[in-house]
């Protein structure tokens, strides 16, 4: 079965970037038609879709972020990115890396466990 594991410093100070990782398992980042997703929960509201890459590279942006976010990947290590420019307290949350098939699944299938990622000077 496919695993994700996500990896993160914790701890960004405001304005910086936060950058995370998600590592794959038992399964490739390239296979059809696969969807590789960022997720965030703030404390006390609800998910939030941050953005997709897809089996092919394609990426895909929640409309309020896209100018200061980038999924990249790395299919030799089967690794795929979030980066965020410019962070700010209220953006602190545990980030999500998930799965899921666009136009089939209704939900996602796969989940890593969750970062918490705390934004303070």
């Known amino acids: 079965q496919v695993q994700l594991q996500e990896s993160s410093p914790g701890l960004v100070k405001p304005s910086q970037t936060l950058s995370l990782t998600c590592t794959v398992s038992?399964?490739?980042?390239?296979?059809?038609?696969?969807?590789w997703n960022w997720i965030r929960q703030p404390p006390g509201k609800g998910l939030e879709w941050l953005g997709a890459?897809?089996?092919?590279?394609?990426?895909y942006y929640t409309p309020s972020l896209k100018s200061r976010t980038s999924i990249p990947r790395d299919t030799s290590k089967n690794q795929y990115s979030l980066q965020l420019s410019s962070v700010t307290p209220e953006e602190a949350a545990v980030y999500y890396c998930?799965?899921?098939?666009?136009?089939?699944?209704?939900?996602?299938?796969?989940w890593g466990q969750g970062t918490q990622v705390t934004v303070s000077s």
């Open positions: 998930a799965r899921d098939v666009p136009g089939w699944t209704t939900e996602y299938d796969s």
């Open positions: 038992g399964g490739s980042i390239t296979t059809s038609y696969y969807a």
């Open positions: 890459i897809r089996y092919d590279g394609r990426t």
